[in-house]
């Protein structure tokens, strides 16, 4: 993410709030889905469903812990290569947090304005797809993905924390999560599998070959780069490199949100009852669907 100091203020402020919340206390629910009350009102939902989205937008849209951060600063580094200034995030990037008038100031904002979201497809408002705007969508292997939610929880002073791993994996197989079930969402989005302007890719996949992401996402919003544009973009975005600039970035939280970034760090957590069980549920609701395949589950998520 660009340096930018209204996403630091806008995240202590967020840790404010996380001080006084009890785990009790932590989600709400809205339209079936449990969302964080430290980030979420149901104002600013509201506000959102008149949102208007623009076919120019950028939306990024991933399951929290799928690597939303990676793809903001990935964006903020193409746009800033195309044109002569900076991209600075004027608002908290993530769509469905803030105030209930922030859209109306992003009303203002210059295009291409980029939007990540951890929101369910279905609760998209309307108008990024009337106004045919291009969705990316980064998907992470479960088994990771539960493990990096748990840490931020558990390793960040300011978030309330889960009593233990046991307990937060049985809230995570429910779907009692902030945002909801990472199950629910995956299918959610299996049923666009096939849509135009949705583009799907993995953060495994990324890890592996960040320069051919890259290129594959910049070809697909239209950015038009040279190879060393491209390279450049690819060095300034590895793990190390935003790991490295994660305090100016995102302030104190930086180092927690850039933890590892590794594939298979959920070896460390999961007993195997626990791998057992999210196998079969992977099983029940992906399992022969292109993006179940897309997904890898064999490679990265068997012992
Ligand atoms: N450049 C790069 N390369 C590889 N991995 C990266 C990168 N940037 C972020 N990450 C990892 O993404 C995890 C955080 O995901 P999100 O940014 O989606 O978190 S959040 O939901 O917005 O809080 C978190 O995963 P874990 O390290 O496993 O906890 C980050 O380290």
């Excluded at 991209?87 to 210059?110: A, I, N, S, T, W």
């Excluded at 190390?240 to 930086?254: F, L, N, W």
């Excluded at 460390?268 to 626990?274: A, G, I, P, R, V």
Aim: hydrophobic share 35%.
């Amino acid at each position: 993410m660009a340096q930018n100091s209204k996403v630091i203020e806008y995240i202590d402020e967020a840790l404010e709030k996380s001080r006084e919340t009890a785990l009790s206390c932590l989600l709400f629910s809205y339209q079936g889905i449990t969302y964080p009350i430290t980030i979420c009102t149901a104002e600013t939902f509201q506000a959102l469903d008149h949102f208007e989205a623009r076919r120019e937008d950028i939306v990024l849209a991933s399951y929290p812990k799928c690597g939303s951060n990676w793809l903001l600063q990935i964006f903020s580094e193409l746009i800033c290569a195309t044109s002569p200034q900076k991209y600075e995030h004027p608002e908290f990037p993530v769509l469905e947090c803030g105030d209930p008038e922030k859209y109306q100031r992003m009303k203002q904002f210059p295009s291409p304005r980029i939007l990540a979201t951890h929101l369910h497809y279905d609760k998209l408002p309307k108008s990024i797809f009337t106004n045919k705007a291009k969705i990316l969508v980064m998907f992470r292997n479960p088994k990771d993905t539960a493990t990096s939610f748990f840490h931020f929880h558990n390793d960040v002073p300011d978030i309330p924390s889960y009593g233990s791993w046991d307990d937060f994996f049985s809230y995570f197989m429910k779907g009692q999560v902030s945002w909801g079930s990472y199950f629910d969402y995956v299918v959610n989005w299996s049923k666009h599998f096939d849509d135009e302007n949705i583009m799907f890719i993995l953060y495994e996949d990324l890890r592996e070959n960040l320069t051919a992401g890259v290129k594959q996402m910049a070809e697909f919003f239209g950015f038009s780069l040279t190879g060393q544009q491209i390279q450049t973009i690819s060095d300034r975005t590895t793990f190390q490199a935003m790991r490295a600039k994660s305090q100016e970035t995102h302030g104190p939280i930086g180092p927690f949100l850039f933890r590892k970034g590794e594939v298979g760090d959920w070896k460390n957590l999961f007993s195997e009852t626990q791998s057992k069980k999210m196998d079969e549920k992977f099983n029940e609701c992906l399992a022969g669907t292109p993006l179940g395949m897309k997904l890898k589950y064999d490679t990265h998520c068997k012992a």
